[in-house]
């Protein structure tokens, strides 16, 4: 039988998505969810393009994934003053008040992942993982 990359890796992120999601749902969040709060954290203010590429995401799943999260007030939307057909998202006090509540329960996950993974193909998944995105992502 052929090996199907797609398949083989769609398998192992629903698995991987799975685990966090169990832990992240304590605090009413999913894992693409937090990935978003994580990043606009990191950026402290941030454009729907800088989102797009540091998430790699296309505009379509970043606004579905942006749309519960400004709807909940956790991510404020101004106008971009320099480009006022650009808008700025940062975190709400909201939001940034439950990515601190959910970033030891995310960091508690990374640990038990790589506990059952083992740190070795945890480098290995990493390494790939950002070879296959640096391959082919044209980033």
Request: proline share 1%.
């Amino acid at each position: 039988m052929e090996v199907c990359f797609n398949f083989a890796m769609r398998k192992s992120t629903r698995v991987i998505t799975h685990f966090y999601e169990e832990r992240l749902s304590q605090v009413g969040l999913k894992v693409g969810q937090f990935s978003v709060l994580r990043a606009v954290n990191f950026l402290k203010q941030t454009t729907n393009k800088e989102l797009q590429r540091g998430l790699v995401l296309d505009q379509t799943t970043l606004s579905r994934s942006l749309k519960p999260l400004i709807r909940d007030g956790l991510l404020l939307v101004t106008t971009d003053e320099k480009d006022k057909r650009s808008k700025l998202i940062q975190l709400s006090k909201k939001g940034l008040k439950l990515y601190q509540t959910a970033l030891p329960i995310w960091k508690q996950a990374q640990e038990q992942l790589e506990e059952k993974l083992g740190g070795k193909d945890v480098k290995q998944i990493v390494k790939l993982s950002e070879s296959i995105v640096k391959k082919l992502a044209n980033i």
